[in-house]
C-alpha cells in the first residue's frame, strides 16, 4: 500500500498509477442491501427469478453500488497521512461501461491525476477504474476530486 504523509509526496506522485486492489466478490446480500440504503429497488438487481429472463440473464449490481465501492478499493491502494483532513469534494466523471452480473468479481485500479494547489492546502483527482474479472470492458470509472485541507 503506497501511504503519503505531506503534500510534496501528493504532489510528486501526480501522474504515476497508485496501485490495485483485492478482488471481491459482488452477493445478492450486497445488492439487496444496497437496494434497502437507498430505495432503489428495480427487478434488474433484486428480483432474481424475473432477471433470469432479462437481458443479462441474472441480477446485476446497480452502477452505483459499483461507484460506492470505491473508497474500499482506494483503501487498499493508498493512505492518505497528511495532515488536517480530507474532503470529498465531487466527481468529475463517472461511467458504467459495463454491468457488473451478481456473483462476479471486481477489483479496482487507481491512477492519481492532477494535483493543485488551493488556499486550504491541495486539490486531488483521482482516477478509478473498477473492472471485472473476465470481461473486456470496465464495471465503472470515475474520476473523484478530494481537498486536502492543512
Known sequence: ???FNTFDEVSEAAGEELGTSEWLTIDQDRVNAFADATGDHQWIHV???RAKEGPF???IAHGYLTLSLVPHFASQIFSLET??????YGVNKVRFPNPVKV???VRCTASLGEVTDIP???QMITR???EIDGEEKP????????????
Open 1 to 3: 500500500m503506497r501511504v
Open 47 to 49: 428480483d432474481v427469478d
Open 57 to 59: 440473464g441474472g441480477t
Open 83 to 88: 495532515p488536517g483532513a480530507k474532503l470529498n
Open 103 to 105: 456473483g462476479s468479481r
Open 120 to 122: 486550504a492546502g491541495k
Open 128 to 130: 478509478y477504474v473498477v
Open 139 to 150: 464495471a465503472c470509472v470515475a474520476e473523484t476530486v478530494v481537498l486536502l485541507i492543512s
